[in-house]
């Protein structure tokens, strides 16, 4: 059984057609990074696999079970979302944002209980946030809140993580941080999927990329042979360097000056 499977999926804004007859399965425990240009579906397919877009053709499942026939406290059990950005209307205390993950496993009107808040302490212990907890969440700085924003997701408890850009506007330290948060949790079996401009930080995190090109997949398989000069050159239409990571033995893209 697959964690996210996309079969036969056709999608489009207006009239315009994105995806057409895509299908795509994610294996349980996968680590897969998207990757492509401006325009080229990567949101969308997230907003598919999450249940908040639904697909004019075909039928995106998760753990077996088709996102079509599930409300959205069933999808938030199993789905977690992490976007690029969050804003907050209010100064939430920061534990009080992580509570929030807890909303798909209480009843209307029910409060928390001691499950509940052992979960978001676990969350915030996990991601290293639990200095932040007499703050607000407007009071914290950009990769402090992605961490929160990751605690919330994990107090959903679901079994797959999907991750919108999340280092997008992080400095190199809390790139490194994060990532490695996610390795953590894939190494403990979550499912992870992970949007990312960062062909780089694509390579060294995922054990497979999809390369999508206008709603289509111009290559899926280990980043050793998806990041290539020959399909990035195609697809984004730029002559990279691509090289190997001294370390890693990853992908290495560089672009040439002049």
Known sequence: MSSVEFAGVRFGYGRA????DFSLEVAPGEFLGVIGPNGAGKSTLLKLAAGLLAPERGAVTVMGEGLAGMSRRAIARRVGVVPQESHFAFDYGVRDVVMMGRNPHLGRLQRPGTEDRARVEEALAFVGAGGLVEKGINEVSGGEKQLVV?????????????LDEPTAHLDISHQQGFGGLLRRLNRQGKTVIFLSHDLNLAALLCSRVLLLDRGRAAACDVPERVITRELIA??????????????SGRPQVMLPGG
């Open 17 to 20: 057609a994105l995806f057409r």
């Open 150 to 162: 990751l605690a919330r997701a994990l107090a959903q408890q679901p079994d797959i993580l999907l």
């Open 234 to 247: 195609q697809v984004y239409g730029i002559e990279p360097i691509v090289g190997r990571h001294p370390v």
